[in-house]
Nanobody, 114 residues
Framework: VQLQAFGGGLVQPGGSLRLSCAAS????????MGWYRQAPGKSRELVAV???????IYADPVKGRFTIDRDNAKNTMYLQMTSLKAEDTAVYYC?????????WGQGTLVTVSS
């Protein structure tokens, strides 16, 4: 199973960005999928997860600003980020969990700066 995250870049404060995570297999094979991030000098933290049954969970700092979504036909998960702040600067990782294991994509860097 491979997960490939992309879509990061440099954006100004208040701007928007959409991250994508392409999976090498059907999203229906995952019991949960999510986004995590790791800022410089900090540990990796949860951003948002999507569980089977369409339950979504967001970390408090991103509630109301970020939206996790998926396109099953494209085997792709998304993270729509709006009203970005400097503190959102981090490497963002996508994760997928199946009954067999847990899989991580490579990170994509998001830099929020003027």
């Amino acid at each position: 199973v491979q997960l490939q995250a992309f879509g990061g870049g440099l954006v100004q404060p208040g701007g928007s960005l959409r991250l994508s995570c392409a999976a090498s297999r059907s999203l229906f094979s995952f019991t949960g999928m999510g986004w995590y991030r790791q800022a410089p000098g900090k540990s990796r933290e949860l951003v948002a997860v999507m569980l089977s049954g369409s339950t979504t969970i967001y970390a408090d700092p991103v509630k109301g600003r970020f939206t996790i979504d998926r396109d099953n036909a494209k085997n792709t998960m998304y993270l729509q980020m709006t009203s970005l702040k400097a503190e959102d600067t981090a490497v963002y990782y996508c994760d997928g969990t199946t009954r067999e294991s847990d899989y991580w994509g490579q990170g994509t860097l998001v830099t929020v700066s003027s």
